[in-house]
């Protein structure tokens, strides 16, 4: 199968080196889920994925092609926190990024309306996110980035803001959408046991700075406490490495050394 998604040894540096070389790709219909240590650069990988931040080195594809944000707008992003407009209803809130896609109000309200009905959430379109539950305005910032059909969903922590039950929902929810909709997503978890149970494959990235350690596919060959164990086991000695690497970058007298957290 032809991959949607190529990322080939990209490269990030600020004032540290966060990227090294990161390379890897993704099938079209896959759910992936992308783990490492605190700070390892995930949120940067995935921002230069998205076409928001440039890489320093090497080059992502979507379809063949790089992603140019102001032609097309192939991509949709959903972050920790839902960024929903206060002052919009949820249908407003997921119609408004409709606009620059050229659609007119009614067909933006109709796929809107289509949506929220996916995530669940048909009935309180008219609501404002203030008069929701965090899991419910998590809901409508999915069915947003969902509403421009794209190519490629990124997600970076999701659920990360939600209390234990609604993560658990959610995490549920995001496989029952990705099944009805065949969309590819790129998640980004802290949660070994979340990645496990979400994702068609796991990408762990290493110690900053970063490049792949290994890729696993999660088709149910290894058994779930297994793949969990193992999994475990990998980060914490990503994790030792980047500390070891913060601990002697500070010896050295670098400011900018900072340890995992
Ligand atoms: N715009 C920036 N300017 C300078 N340094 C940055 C910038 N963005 C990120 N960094 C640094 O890059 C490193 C990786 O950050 P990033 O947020 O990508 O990591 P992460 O893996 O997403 O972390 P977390 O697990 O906490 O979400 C950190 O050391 C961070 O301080
Ligand atoms: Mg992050």
Redesign the pocket.
């Known amino acids: 199968m032809a991959l949607k998604l190529v990322v080939s040894e990209v490269g990030k540096d600020?004032?540290?080196p966060?990227l090294d070389s990161v390379s890897f790709g993704v099938e079209t219909g896959e759910l992936v889920c992308l783990l490492?240590p605190?700070?390892?650069?995930?949120?940067?990988l995935l921002r230069i994925i998205g076409g928001l931040e440039s890489p320093t080195r090497g080059r992502v594809l979507l379809d063949g092609n790089p992603v140019d944000l102001r032609r097309d707008r192939k991509i949709g992003v959903v972050f920790q926190e839902d960024r929903l407009l206060p002052w919009l209803t949820l249908r407003d809130n997921a119609a408004l990024v409709l606009g620059p896609i050229g659609l007119d109000r009614s067909a933006r309200e109709a796929r809107a309306m289509e949506y929220l009905g996916l995530v669940g959430l048909r009935g309180f379109e008219h609501y404002y996110p203030g008069r929701v539950s965090g899991g419910m305005r998590q809901r409508a910032a999915i069915a947003r980035a969902l509403a421009i059909e794209p190519e490629l969903l990124l997600m970076d922590?999701p659920f990360g803001a939600l209390d234990a039950q609604n993560r658990r929902i959610m995490q549920a929810e995001i496989r029952r959408i990705w099944s009805e909709t065949g969309r590819t997503i790129l998640f980004i978890t802290?949660s070994i046991e979340e990645a496990v149970d979400v994702g068609t494959a796991l990408i762990m990235l290493s110690a900053?700075p970063s490049r792949v350690r290994a890729r696993v596919a999660n088709d149910g060959r290894v058994a779930r406490a297994r793949l969990i164990d193992d999994l475990n086991a990998m980060i914490i000695e990503e994790v030792e490495k980047q500390e070891r690497s913060g601990a002697s970058r500070a010896a050295a007298g670098d400011p900018s050394a900072?340890g995992a957290?």
């Open positions: 600020f004032l540290i966060v490492g605190n700070g390892c650069g995930k949120t940067t922590e802290h900053r900072e957290c």
